[in-house]
């Protein structure tokens, strides 16, 4: 025994600035992981007797969204566009936050009927709809049109949702105090609406078409914070963080190999889909935002949108151009 000792003793001699650096290294990168987890939502809100709708909640930050939510005692509505995908995370969320009563509704957010349907679905089958979270989108997909013409990105991420959320006003004022929750993205920070060209039918880049998407959320939901000053209900935008979802699966196998090997490791670093949905859980049910409306949150906390998110002219005519796109009277 006193021989092995002495040959531990040994080892850690010759290999001590190794093992010093491995163990600094180790200790970072569990403090990296941690900050780029981001903020928690602590509030205890409950919500038996209320009912949410989240688009997009059969995956990734919206499945964490309802399961949190559920678990909180509210009616989920599962608002997604393949049936049996949802269905079977309407199982999982069943089982992991003990509420049963958890429902799914189909909607394709790339076709404007599919939308209208889903809304009138809802006005006429629930006497309630107290938290609507818009989280359904894609990322840098190739250049696709929606049913109805439009490209694909702006299509989904902001018109079908601007028209969905335009559908259900009246039942979420029936239901007051409610919340809209938008999910937005960091990338508005570089975007820009091409009113000269919406669909980008001149000259596609998935990347800037992504950017305007999320630049249009971020704006839809101030234009409509205005609009609803004084009914009630108040609307949230936020930016998730950068999480490990579906949502790359268009760009990434587009990446050269040497990329995609060394993005592997790096996306042990990005957040899980609980912590991306935690923003949008504390957007949907914290205390203290109440009364609050049209501001943008990252981490659980208030941030400020990129000065292109807050021109008041440019949400204007970003709705007028959205309502006469969907045909909203």
């Given at each position: 025994?006193?021989?092995?000792?002495?040959?531990?003793?040994?080892?850690?001699?010759?290999?001590?600035t190794?093992?010093?650096?491995?163990?600094?290294?180790?200790?970072?990168?569990?403090?990296?992981?941690?900050?780029?987890?981001?903020?928690?939502?602590?509030?205890?809100?409950?919500l038996?007797?209320?009912?949410?709708?989240?688009?997009?909640?059969?995956?990734?930050?919206?499945?964490?969204?309802?399961?949190?939510?559920?678990?909180?005692?509210?009616?989920?509505?599962?608002?997604?566009?393949?049936?049996?995908?949802?269905?079977?995370?309407?199982?999982?969320?069943?089982?992991?936050?003990?509420?049963?009563?958890?429902?799914?509704?189909?909607?394709?957010l790339?076709?404007?009927?599919?939308?209208?349907?889903?809304?009138?679905?809802?006005?006429?089958?629930?006497?309630?709809?107290?938290?609507?979270?818009?989280?359904?989108?894609?990322?840098?997909?190739?250049?696709?049109?929606?049913?109805?013409?439009?490209?694909?990105?702006?299509?989904?991420?902001?018109?079908?949702?601007?028209?969905?959320?335009?559908?259900?006003?009246?039942?979420?004022?029936?239901?007051?105090?409610s919340?809209?929750?938008?999910?937005?993205?960091?990338?508005?920070?570089k975007?820009?609406?091409?009113?000269?060209?919406?669909n980008?039918?001149?000259?596609?880049?998935?990347?800037?078409?992504?950017?305007?998407?999320?630049?249009?959320?971020?704006?839809?939901?101030?234009?409509?914070?205005?609009?609803?000053?004084?009914?009630?209900v108040?609307?949230?935008?936020?930016?998730?963080?950068?999480?490990?979802?579906?949502?790359?699966?268009?760009?990434?196998?587009?990446?050269?190999?040497?990329?995609?090997?060394?993005g592997?490791?790096?996306?042990?670093?990005?957040?899980?889909?609980?912590?991306?949905?935690?923003?949008?859980?504390?957007?949907?049910?914290?205390?203290?935002?109440?009364?609050t409306?049209?501001?943008?949150?990252?981490?659980?906390?208030?941030?400020?949108?990129?000065?292109?998110?807050?021109?008041d002219?440019?949400?204007?005519?970003?709705?007028?151009?959205?309502?006469?796109?969907?045909?909203l009277?």
């Amino acid at each position: 025994m006193q021989n092995y000792f002495k040959q531990v003793r040994q080892f850690v001699a010759e290999h001590a600035t190794g093992i010093v650096v491995a163990t600094v290294a180790g200790v970072g990168l569990v403090a990296l992981r941690r900050w780029l987890g981001g903020g928690v939502c602590r509030s205890r809100a409950r919500l038996d007797g209320k009912t949410v709708m989240i688009t997009g909640a059969n995956t990734g930050i919206g499945k964490e969204t309802a399961v949190d939510l559920a678990s909180r005692g509210a009616r989920v509505i599962l608002a997604c566009r393949d049936k049996t995908r949802a269905s079977e995370a309407a199982d999982d969320i069943r089982q992991r936050s003990g509420n049963g009563n958890v429902v799914v509704k189909i909607v394709d957010l790339a076709s404007l009927q599919s939308v209208r349907d889903l809304a009138k679905d809802v006005q006429e089958t629930e006497e309630r709809l107290d938290i609507l979270i818009n989280n359904a989108g894609i990322m840098m997909c190739p250049k696709w049109q929606t049913e109805d013409g439009f490209e694909m990105q702006f299509g989904v991420n902001h018109l079908g949702h601007f028209l969905l959320t335009n559908c259900l006003l009246d039942v979420l004022k029936k239901s007051t105090p409610s919340r809209i929750v938008n999910v937005s993205s960091l990338a508005h920070e570089k975007g820009k609406i091409y009113f000269d060209d919406i669909n980008q039918d001149k000259d596609y880049n998935p990347t800037y078409s992504y950017r305007q998407s999320k630049l249009a959320n971020v704006l839809f939901s101030r234009e409509l914070a205005s609009r609803l000053q004084g009914t009630g209900v108040t609307v949230y935008c936020l930016h998730p963080g950068v999480i490990r979802t579906e949502l790359g699966r268009h760009f990434w196998p587009e990446l050269p190999l040497w990329k995609r090997l060394i993005g592997v490791p790096l996306l042990q670093l990005l957040k899980s889909p609980w912590q991306g949905a935690q923003t949008s859980i504390y957007c949907a049910v914290d205390e203290s935002l109440e009364g609050t409306s049209g501001l943008y949150y990252s981490d659980c906390t208030q941030k400020e949108a990129a000065s292109q998110g807050r021109d008041d002219a440019a949400a204007k005519r970003l709705w007028d151009l959205s309502a006469s796109m969907v045909g909203l009277n």
